[in-house]
Nanobody, 124 residues
Framework: QVQLVESGGGLVQAGGSLRLSCAAS????????MGWFRQAPGKEREFVAG????????AYTDSVKGRFTISRDMGKNTVFLQMNSLKPEDTANYYC?????????????????WGQGTQVTVSS
């Protein structure tokens, strides 16, 4: 059973930066895709970024391109989301997710494992 634990959320002013981490355990990670999603109050959970565990493929939603970077540390089984130039509209609960395979899907139902989420609040 794969377990995902997020950390790194917090309160930051607009224009600031945060780095989220997602530590994965309990599984083997040869063909796994990791994703970051977010959910703001009253809104549906949306895709933010994804990465193929083997590397060489990343994907981002348009609103974060050029500001967010997803990466992974294979030795530590950890995925990161570096968030720069944060905006108030980035405020949400951020979730880490995982699925077996090679395709970085952008829909929640494609992912089998989820973390508990970490809150990111950006003040204006």
């Amino acid at each position: 059973q794969v377990q995902l634990v997020e950390s790194g959320g917090g309160l930051v002013q607009a224009g600031g930066s945060l780095r989220l981490s997602c530590a994965a355990s309990g599984g083997t990670f040869s063909r796994v895709v990791m994703g970051w999603f977010r959910q703001a109050p009253g809104k549906e959970r949306e895709f933010v970024a994804g990465i193929r565990w083997s590397g060489a493929m990343t994907a981002y939603t348009d609103s974060v391109k050029g500001r967010f970077t997803i990466s992974r540390d294979m030795g530590k089984n950890t995925v990161f989301l570096q968030m720069n130039s944060l905006k108030p509209e980035d405020t949400a609960n951020y979730y880490c997710a995982a699925r077996e395979g090679d395709t970085v899907y952008r829909t929640t139902y494609r992912y089998d494992y989820w973390g508990q989420g970490t809150q990111v609040t950006v003040s204006s």
